[in-house]
């Protein structure tokens, strides 16, 4: 008979529920993954989650699927009551799975079959915008993102549910506007503004180019800003002075993303 924790003091529920912390996720290289889909993704990915938390009462047939597959990776498999499951996530109203996984690291590998393409994300605070600009970011092709000091932990649990498994195929590195220049020598920094003259789809996105995001509430840093090669905005109708930072950062990267899918069509195809 399966055993059922319902106590949220038992000692593997306050280990869970200690990863909402930074200092602590970071003390224990883990972090929190929420829900069916981004933990079978990521077990597919060849990640293997060391707890998996789960309420046996109600377990769709997916999240059955992902419990059996997780046990079979080796994962520590805990059944917990409903209450428990609560204390443990940070969704008002959660699925019936939480999987705590080593912290992911992976290696920036230098593309060869296209020029350098990246995203600079700024000091941002905003969990929600940063998870959404990861997100974007795998789907936009996106080689490598880089998150300067300052910026939302990328494994606070909102980042990590907005991003939707985006963690586990993305490189993701902190560092200074210095080491950034010094890591990536000649990739044109391009930062977005919403006083720039030029529009974000009159820029040549195809060299290799990296595309700022900024804090909503302080813009670029002066540093970045002084390593700029370009800039470009987002012209707007109908008295909207700015997009959030997840929405603007998603629409200059998926621009980029279509012009480098028509420049590898015309090499390939000569249209």
Known sequence: ???????????????????RERRVRERERAFLVEGPKT???????????????????????????????????GTRIIAVTERVLHEIAETMTPQAVVAV??????????PTA???????VDRLQDPGNLG????????????????TPGTVDPFNPKVVRAAAGAHFHLPIATLDPVAIQREFPGLEIVVARPQALRAYDERDWTRASAVVIGSEAHGISAELARLAADEVRIPLRG???????????????FEAARQRRHAERKATTGE
């Open 101 to 110: 996984f080593p912290i992911p690291s992976i290696p920036f590998r230098l």
């Open 114 to 120: 296209e020029p350098l393409f990246a995203l600079i």
């Open 39 to 73: 933990i079978a993704d990521a077990v597919q990915a060849g990640y293997r989650p060391s707890h998996l938390f789960y309420v046996p009462t109600r377990l769709d047939p997916l999240e059955q699927k992902v419990v059996a597959r997780a046990q079979a990776v």
């Open 132 to 147: 959404t600009l990861l997100r974007s970011a795998l789907g936009a092709g996106v080689h490598a993102v880089l998150l």
């Open 1 to 19: 008979m399966t055993t059922v924790i319902s106590s949220r003091h038992h000692p593997l529920v306050k280990f869970a529920r200690s990863l």
């Open 239 to 253: 008295g909207v002075e700015s997009l959030n930072a997840g929405v603007a950062g998603s629409i200059i990267l």
